[in-house]
């Protein structure tokens, strides 16, 4: 198979249609900037939309993720009752879980950072085919079309995973 690749302005490459967004690249969007259907599919404004949006909820997670643990080692250890300790205790495994599915998440957000500057943001991981924009707006972590999510999801269910 032939593959063309062309690097465009500030470091951004195209290859096989393909946009790639390097990390060190910026983009000024203009205000209100959404991405849409009639335009190209992961051009390098989607691509620059698409990060920031990702970025940013990756900042809010860490924010959060670190005022929980502020709050773990703020907390008064010599509680009264057992009562008491028993619900602070029941909190406190809830922040840590809370904790652990924003660590998984994260990683999730990495991963897909990761895809915009290597180019592979926005398509499918199974079938290669365009996710979508709708569908990446609603969650931008998603690496499958809704075909592929449906088929894997029945595939989960028959296993009874």
């Not at 495994?93 to 990761?114: F, G, M, P, Q």
Request: hydrophobic share 25%; charged share 40%; net charge negative.
């Amino acid at each position: 198979m032939n593959s063309s690749t062309a690097v465009l302005d500030n470091g951004i490459t195209k290859e096989d249609g393909r946009y790639a967004l390097p990390s060190t690249t910026s983009i000024d969007l203009p205000k209100g900037y959404r991405p849409s259907a009639d335009e190209e599919y992961m051009n390098p404004r989607q691509l620059a939309f698409f990060r920031n949006k990702l970025r940013d909820w990756r900042d809010q997670l860490v924010e959060e993720s670190r005022q929980t643990m502020e709050n773990l080692r703020d907390e008064v250890r010599d509680v009264g009752d057992e009562a008491e300790r028993a619900t602070r205790e029941t909190e406190n495994s809830l922040e840590l879980r809370t904790r652990d599915r924003y660590r998984k998440l994260i990683s999730k957000i990495d991963k897909a950072l990761r895809r915009i500057e290597e180019g592979r943001y926005g398509y499918c991981e199974e079938t290669d085919e365009e996710i979508g924009v709708e569908r990446l707006e609603a969650r931008p972590i998603a690496t499958l079309s809704l075909d592929a999510q449906e088929r894997r999801e029945h595939l989960q269910k028959q296993m009874g995973d």
